[in-house]
T-cell receptor
């Protein structure tokens, strides 16, 4: 078990370009979460999956953002037509199924996006 | 809606001393969980301690303990015998049954040798 991994770790792109990030959760974790963290702020929830089903999306997730988890394993987060305001750290977390209602989350190292 | 507030942007503590980080939360849920996460300069978020709202007993993990005051909606973190490795950004967070975390703004803790 190598933990949650995210690729790439850093991405620099020009405004208007599309970018895609990948998250590989801990194996057998059926819950996967995406958060966005801007400098000096706490992470903000974007969306989460249970297996391949996307169960909730934040209002922060505009129509330029799309997330998938096609086989219930890895997930991708795509941002179309990037804007400078999209510059942030994008964090992924995964967690096991719970019968107690408590869902522990294990975070990856994040992907830092810079839009120039 | 759920909100989490940390009113201390920065805190400082002398090595081996004790420090308390403050957090207040607000939720309409009757069943929820509260957490403290640590984010060192390498930026990987690590769970420090958690508290189930239905439990009256305060959680403890080695040098870390919480003071959970349900009526006052307060959830503070006490770090005893502070070590240099405790220096990091600390985030208070809450979640309901759905599991998504709502984070506070963070408190940057520095530890002086």
């Amino acid at each position: 078990d190598t933990g949650v991994s995210q690729n790439p770790r850093h991405k620099i792109t020009k405004r208007g370009q599309n970018v895609t990030f990948r998250c590989d959760p801990i194996s057998e974790h059926n819950r996967l979460y995406w958060y966005r963290q801007t400098l000096g702020q706490g992470p903000e929830f974007l969306t989460y999956f249970q297996n391949e089903a996307q169960l909730e999306k934040s209002r922060l997730l505009s129509d330029r953002f799309s997330a998938e988890r096609p086989k219930g394993s890895f997930s991708t987060l795509e941002i179309q037509r990037t804007e400078q305001g999209d510059s942030a750290m994008y964090l992924c977390a995964s967690g096991p199924w719970s019968t107690t209602g408590f869902y522990e989350q294990y975070f990856g190292p994040g992907t830092r996006l810079t839009v120039t | 809606a759920q909100t989490v507030t940390q009113s201390q942007p920065e805190m400082s503590v002398q090595e081996a001393e004790t420090v308390t980080l403050s957090c207040t939360y607000d939720t309409s849920e009757s069943d929820y969980y509260l957490f403290w996460y640590k984010q060192p300069p390498s930026r990987q978020m690590i769970l420090v301690i958690r508290q189930e709202a239905y439990k009256q007993q305060n959680a403890t993990e080695n040098r870390f303990s919480v003071n959970f005051q349900k009526a006052a909606k307060s959830f503070s973190l006490k770090i005893s015998d502070s070590q240099l490795g405790d220096a990091a950004m600390y985030f208070c967070a809450g979640s309901n049954q759905g599991g998504k975390l709502i984070f506070g703004q963070g408190t940057e803790l520095s530890v002086k040798p």
